[in-house]
């Protein structure tokens, strides 16, 4: 199977795609530096993979007991991760977060995202930081990446621990958005 175009992808699913060319390496190196504990996550997420660009590193650096899920809603992609990556199981909806705690008992340590949340409805946004949040281990991080600062708010709202960075060096340049997960409000005692 060929490879679906992520231009093609982006004329016809453009609330889905956020960009017309893959993420760049000097993005997923902003995102995933060597820095992270890898050894500690024991449970990564990836929303929105695409056409794979952070799954690679991701399985390059994570330690071999630990299991990766991605969360991806473009069909084309989800056929194409399929390929690439037939060992690691792949749902059709972030949203689903929380089944995959309930099934393995155990919270994300890791949420990666390339989901475009500037696309998406303030209802949907919300569902989203909300399922993110309540999935990840209560000293987890998530890792976002986005086009705009002017989403920093929603990021805010959920995590008041943040760091910001930036990249010249994508197409379009992006935002890092690095949250730390705070025991609060949605965490079981």
């Not at 199977?1 to 390496?25: A, W």
């Not at 069909?75 to 977060?97: T, V």
């Not at 089944?99 to 998406?120: C, K, M, Y």
């Not at 998530?142 to 705009?148: L, N, P």
């Amino acid at each position: 199977m060929k490879q679906p175009s992520i231009f093609g992808q982006f004329i016809r699913h453009s609330g889905q795609v956020g960009s017309l060319v893959p993420s760049s390496g000097f993005l997923t190196r902003k995102m995933l530096p060597p820095s992270l504990p890898w050894h500690k996550m024991a449970q990564i997420a990836e929303l929105g993979p695409g056409t794979g660009v952070f799954t690679r590193y991701i399985k390059r650096h994570m330690d071999p007991r630990s299991r990766l899920f991605l969360f991806e809603q473009n069909e084309s992609f989800r056929e194409n991760l399929n390929i690439q990556f037939p060992d690691l199981p792949i749902l059709n909806d972030a949203l689903r977060l929380g089944e995959i705690v309930n099934e393995t008992g155990r919270p994300f340590d890791l949420i990666v995202s390339g989901l475009p949340f500037a696309n998406f409805s303030s209802e949907l946004k919300e569902r989203l930081f909300l399922s993110i949040e309540s999935a990840l281990a209560s000293n987890g991080t998530f890792i976002a990446f986005q086009y705009t600062l002017l989403l920093k708010k929603n990021f805010q709202t959920h995590f008041p621990s943040i760091e910001t960075g930036h990249t010249w060096m994508n197409v379009p340049p992006a935002w890092v958005f690095k949250c730390k997960k705070v025991r609060g409000k949605h965490d079981p005692i």
